[in-house]
């Protein structure tokens, strides 16, 4: 595979501009002083950006969607001054203008009433932001959409990274990173603020054949001209979540240099590695992480609690540049997170709201320059719980005061034809069924697929590790617990048990591509079986 034109062009612009970023770092005064700005400028923000990647902005499906609100920039500028930023967004989501998760990601064409458009994601881009890393969408259960990232924008949502360590005592900390093959943006938001990572780590072989090229590209050309400018980057190295060794060595290796390592990872790799640390007797305590792209559950945490490893979760998307929200340091739920609000708004659409969109779901709209695309009332197919109630952490006091509970995807879970709510099956497979057979968090996980004539199959791994057990008394008790809940659960206990479904299997849970170990998995049957 080579590189296309445009891929070359963006490539070059982005190393052109890479110098000025790498040494021009952000300050934590600097940081601090830019998010009061911010805060104090975000209804302006929010108009100027909605008017020229919007208004003046032929290809965005928001303006079709404002003309048939009958909302002008005149009226949004009055709406924003009545109510405030979220107040002109909730009375916008009432009058069509949102995009549900399958609108966005042009799966499906935006109806509203009998008027009908198409969305293209790539005229989401917001036309003013110079776009030149590419993301990739970390959409669990479907492809991935491409998302371009710019420098400026990793800049923007640096200054908030940097805010959160200093909050957490950890700007001085070392930085590892252990995401996917190509994961620059990381790197360079942890760069922006004069802490380059020590450590790079890849959940999958960087080398593994069909894997895009430009993965292996970029990360050269970035390692090359930072070493120009006398920013040493490390190499990126494979370490599989089911062989976490180089990433435990990395930890040991700051610790006993009397440092203290901080690593970005998946929730799952880092509950295998703990456990692998645990297991193993290598001891890792003091390490701190920060865990994103999955849900950050009481059961996961436990385990990193065990290994005396402190974990924040943050929030957030490819779509929305980054992250969305960081956890809270005094949290009372295991994924408390505050939200950014200098970067974006969140609004919910409550009970009466539009179909397809539950009362709790998150609609996030951009209120940076900088953001790479453009979302207003854009749900990511997320829900949560939004309130301002009082923490007294530190960040709180930065003027960050809304926090996201209990956040769950409510795409639908369609294990075995039966729609299935993402919270009831976590619990199940994290609580219920440890507590009865034993294990973790990740020694239970439901594998989708199709049996041989197309029809939905549904297995329940569950670990070899965990010893000899009655499949019939884990399908049995899974199945219990399922209907236990009400409606679709109560149905889906039923038909499935009629159905002989769930079939217990005795195998290790399954990864994704990107090295996540999901808790409902899709896979061919017999492809991964
Ligand atoms: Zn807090």
Known sequence: ????????????????????????????EEARSVLQQRLARREADFLDLVRRAIYAHSQSPYRVLLEWAGCEYGDLVRLVGDRG?????????????????????GR?????????????PVALRNPWASLHVAARSGASRSAGTPVVNSLDSIRDRAVNTCLTLAARGGLLWEKGVWAVPGSLTLILRYAAFGAPPTGW?????????????RYRWSERALRGVAALNGV?????????????????????????RGGVPHLWAFPSAAVQACQIALGSGTDIRGARLTVTGEPVTDARLAVMRAAGVDAVPDYGSAETGGFVAYGCLAPRTSDDVHVFHDLHAIVQPGPDGPPGLPGEALCVSSLRATSPLVLLNASMGDQAVVDDEACGCPLE?????????????????????????????????????????????????????????GEPSLRLLVHPRLGALPEAEVAEVFLRAIAAGSGAERIAGTLWRDARIPVVVRRPPMATPGGKILHVHAAPLYANG
Do not use: N
Request: proline share 9%.
């Open 1 to 28: 595979m080579a590189l296309s034109l445009a891929e070359f062009s963006l490539v070059s612009r982005f190393l052109r501009q890479l110098p000025s970023y790498l040494l021009r770092p952000v300050t934590i």
């Open 397 to 453: 006091r930065l003027g960050w005061t809304t926090h996201l509970r209990a956040i769950r995807s409510f795409e639908k879970l369609t294990a075995g034809g039966i729609t299935l709510l993402d919270t009831d099956v976590v619990r199940v497979l994290e609580e219920t069924l440890p507590a009865r057979f034993g294990g973790g968090p990740l020694d239970y996980q439901l594998v989708e697929g199709e049996g041989p004539a």
């Open 85 to 105: 930023v979220e107040g002109a967004l909730r009375a916008l989501l009432r009058s069509g203008v949102y995009l549900t998760v399958d609108e966005l990601k």
């Open 232 to 256: 040493p980057l490390p190499a990126q190295r494979h370490a599989a979540p089911a062989d976490p060794r180089p990433v435990l060595r990395w930890l040991r290796d700051v610790l006993d």
């Open 201 to 213: 780590f890849s959940c999958v072989d960087p080398w593994t054949p069909g894997l895009h090229p």
């Open 108 to 120: 499906r064409p935006v109806a509203r009433g009998s008027r009908v458009l198409r969305v293209d």
